[in-house]
């Protein structure tokens, strides 16, 4: 087993940690605003503050979320920059809870502390919510619960309350706190107030439940009740086994199927030999609770997409399960002799700051997509014309670009022009765009135009002033359209 035998690292866990963060992430703190930002920038901007009274136009009750946003806007007058580093030292902050949540709750010792919160923060699944504006609803909410644990395992139960009605607030997930907190009562046999725990808790759920009634109109809001409350056990098994292929083979990073074997095999192999003294030993306990923890952490989540087996889109939903992830993983590498678990340890950082930095690049990539978009649209003649854009940027490798604030940028930019959008396209270059079936490359994945399709884009010549599609990083005109033979 791991002992602590480095003295400097006795003294500097917050130093190494914080060094892992910012090296990891602030170079890329130079990412501008993406999709949904816009729709909320245009609603500041317009609104202010008043946005309060209509819900932040949002169709979810997360009020707290939108209140620190606004707060960030005001503070560092739309820098995305400022922004992102807060977003950035926000993820460190949570990474230092883990790590004294680990020390006390799990009685980790100082070593396998650090390496479950070195996992937290280089874990290549976490840059969405970190490096993305409308994500940072889940950095509170992960935040104001592990404080809120903290709090119940020291028996402050008036600040487990506040940082419960904190985490709600911020992000619907935080209404797991109870079933986390039954789990850490199991796991440690405390010896709590239960009347008044369990009184207060159900206050809490259901004082917040009627507010949000009476701002939403109704109890679940967000996408509706055809999904929030579709728990089929196809559907609850599909996410559970999808979510486990996500973390425990990194699927994403794989070319093939049997990459993806190959890399889960490694995974099971490290994290073997501590199941299997568990089993020995008959401490079924820790096995089990962590079960109970990794499965609740995806219960708010387990109807929506999952696109993040194979692509970065929706990493935030994994945000939360990634916590007992990387305390397995923690516990796993440590469980080996003192120098094998360094030397895995060492390869698991190199490996994982690889995998995280290179999924930056994306995000940073998708940044310079969608500011030169927009900034090759807003330069032309656009005013008082009707528009029709042929291919929008979606997602470059899976990172939203422009599924939404196409018309809300151009209105931030007082451009007063009717723009409609025929198909939104996925970019596998910063420089694509349109890809005709004539060229020589074809990206299987990007929208292609036929030369029929071509001659009914004619057809709407009459409706719009102006038909455009983006190539090669510049607009074009759809007139204009030739084949070529490269």
């Known amino acids: 087993m791991m002992d602590i035998s480095f003295n400097s690292l ?41 946005m309060i009274f209509s819900n932040f136009h949002d169709a979810f009750f997360i009020p707290l979320t939108h209140i620190v946003q606004l707060i960030l806007l005001e503070i560092f007058n739309q820098h995305s920059f400022y922004i992102h580093l807060f977003q950035i030292f926000l993820h460190l902050f949570i990474a ?11 009685k980790f010792d100082l070593l396998k502390s650090l390496l479950a ?93 009627l507010f949000r009634y009476m701002v939403l109109g109704e109890i679940l809001g967000g996408y509706g009740a ?21 973390f425990f083979s990194f699927s994403r990073f794989a070319l093939s199927e049997e990459q993806i074997l190959l890399q889960f095999l490694i995974v099971l192999l490290l994290i073997s030999p ?11 306990k820790p096995i089990l609770l962590w079960i109970f923890f990794f499965v609740v952490c995806l219960l708010p989540v387990i109807n929506l997409e999952i696109t993040s087996i194979k692509s970065i889109q929706s990493d935030r939903y994994g945000y939360f399960a990634s ?27 190199l490996t994982l700051t690889i995998l995280t930095t290179y999924d930056n690049f994306k ?29 929008v940027p979606d997602n470059y490798k899976g ?27 996925t970019f596998f270059q910063k420089d694509g765009g349109l890809v005709l079936k004539d060229l020589k490359y074809h990206d299987y994945h990007a929208e292609t135009y036929t030369e029929n399709s071509i001659q009914k884009i004619g057809n709407y010549q009459n409706e719009f002033d102006l038909i455009l599609y983006f190539k090669n990083g510049n607009f074009y005109e759809a007139d204009k359209l030739t084949f070529v033979n490269d």
């Open 10 to 50: 006795k003294k500097n866990p917050y130093l190494i940690l914080s060094l892992a963060c910012i090296l990891c992430y602030v170079p890329f703190s130079t990412i501008g605003y993406l999709s949904d930002d816009f729709i909320f920038l245009s609603y500041y901007n317009i609104e202010g503050w008043n």
């Open 399 to 425: 990172v939203y670009v422009l599924r939404n604030g196409v018309n809300e940028h151009l209105k931030s930019k007082s451009i007063n022009t009717e723009i409609s959008i025929k198909k939104y396209q």
């Open 117 to 209: 919160s070195l996992f937290f923060i280089l874990l290549p699944f976490q840059a969405e919510c970190i490096l993305w504006f409308s994500s940072i609803g889940y950095q509170c909410c992960l935040l104001f619960t592990l404080l809120a644990i903290k709090c119940f395992y020291k028996e402050q139960l008036i600040m487990y309350i506040i940082f419960m009605v904190l985490a709600i607030h911020c992000k619907e997930i935080g209404y797991i706190i109870p079933l986390l907190t039954i789990g850490v009562y199991f796991l440690n046999n405390k010896n709590i107030n239960l009347k008044f725990w369990i009184g207060s808790t159900i206050l809490v759920i259901a004082s917040s439940l």
């Open 226 to 246: 055809n999904t929030h409350l579709n728990f089929e056990p196809q559907t609850i098994i599909k996410v559970i086994a999808g979510y486990i292929i996500k």
């Open 323 to 349: 916590v007992p992830v990387v305390i397995l993983f923690a516990s796993a590498i440590s469980h080996f002799k003192q120098n094998i678990s360094y030397l895995i340890s060492t390869a698991a950082l």
């Open 96 to 106: 230092l809870q883990l790590y004294h949540l680990t020390s006390t709750v799990l």
């Open 363 to 391: 995000w940073n990539n998708a940044s310079q997509l969608c500011e030169n978009y927009l900034s090759k649209l807003t330069a032309l003649d656009l005013s008082s014309k009707t528009i029709l854009l042929l291919n």
């Open 274 to 284: 501590l199941l299997i003294s568990k089993i020995k030993a008959k401490k079924y």
